[in-house]
């Protein structure tokens, strides 16, 4: 998946030819450029960044100062990338998008994973990726020090509210859900939401389930119901958590804590790749 996102985004970028660097650069030359971080956050992408430049060219080669997921200041070099100088640029911009989206997206997963140390809870992100790169920024998740939700839709089933309210209620939800995968051998885990107490009620009724998400339940409401839930069903809180409120539903003793701003609100960390001159 990762080689066809690149292979992908390099068709995008260069489609027939870097025709900027063909034009004016020897075919022959070789140069050496640095990444230049330019501010504060945690890095990732420099693994990336080394499959790209040598998926493109194998004759690039890195010279690595810095790993994913270090705190990094402006003024930091990540890596020295050498070889064909049009190769350089023709990859140049492909890295940059890549580590500056996964660089931010890893900086707000941090942020927010260390607003919760201390506490149980494991932060998640969701599916609200960018579309096409979803590897790559949960990822970046990962390096942040957050954990993965499901990848996508079908490696886990995940009963949201429309599909309770499509098959006729939680009863049916689950009891539908349960029939499907025995029918096709699926081994998969099967997750619910509720939106209140009622629905609550219901699924502990019916049982077979993995996880119940809770979903605009606040601190105060979360440590009502959670004694309900025993202990072999995992919780999950989602909805209208920010930074400012997150602490008091991890301290509540939740499993998990879903936030979809971890990758769909992210501002991209500045970085640089400059050429070295000897």
Same mark, same amino acid.
């Given at each position: ?12 970028? #260069?489609?027939?030819?870097? &025709? ?20 504060? @956050? !945690?890095?990732?992408? #420099? ?14 080669? +890195?010279?690595?100062?810095?790993? =994913? ?5 402006? *003024? =930091?070099?990540?890596?020295? !990338?050498? *070889? ?19 660089? @931010?997206?890893?900086?707000? /997963?941090?942020? $927010? ?12 992100? /969701? ?5 096409? $790169? ?8 990962? #390096?942040? *020090? @957050?954990?993965? &939700? ?12 429309? &599909? ?9 939800? $689950? ?28 699924? +502990?009724?019916?049982?077979?389930? =993995? ?14 119901? +959670? ?16 930074? =400012? /409120? ?12 879903? !936030?979809?701003?971890? /990758? &769909? ?14």
């Amino acid at each position: 998946m990762i080689d066809a996102i690149i292979d992908n985004a390099l068709r995008e970028d #260069i489609g027939d030819g870097d &025709h900027s660097s063909l034009s004016c650069v020897p075919k022959d030359a070789k140069g050496q450029a640095k990444l230049l971080v330019k501010e504060e @956050g !945690v890095i990732a992408g #420099i693994e990336l960044a080394e499959r790209i430049f040598k998926r493109y060219d194998e004759n690039l080669e +890195l010279e690595i100062f810095l790993k =994913d997921g270090d705190r990094v200041k402006p *003024g =930091d070099i990540a890596f020295i !990338v050498a *070889g064909p100088s049009i190769s350089i640029l023709s990859t140049e911009r492909l890295v940059l998008n890549f580590m500056q989206r996964m660089s @931010g997206v890893a900086t707000q /997963t941090r942020t $927010i994973v260390d607003l919760i140390d201390g506490t149980n809870a494991k932060l998640l992100d /969701t599916r609200k990726t960018t579309p096409g $790169i979803r590897y790559m920024e949960k990822w970046a998740v990962r #390096i942040g *020090g @957050g954990v993965n &939700h499901r990848f996508a839709l079908y490696d886990m089933i995940m009963l949201k509210d429309n &599909h309770i309210d499509y098959a006729g209620g939680v009863k049916p939800a $689950i009891e539908n859900a349960n029939a499907y995968l025995k029918e096709t051998g699926k081994d998969l885990k099967i997750e619910i939401e509720v939106r209140n107490e009622e629905e609550l009620n219901e699924v +502990l009724e019916v049982g077979n389930v =993995d996880r119940i998400m809770l979903d605009n339940f606040t601190p105060d409401r979360l440590r009502t119901v +959670l004694p309900l839930i025993p202990d072999i069903i995992e919780t999950e809180a989602s909805g209208g958590i920010t930074v =400012d /409120t997150i602490r008091g539903f991890a301290e509540t003793g939740v499993d998990f804590i879903s !936030v979809g701003a971890l /990758t &769909h609100s992210v501002k991209s960390l500045d970085m640089s790749l400059k050429a070295v001159y000897s």
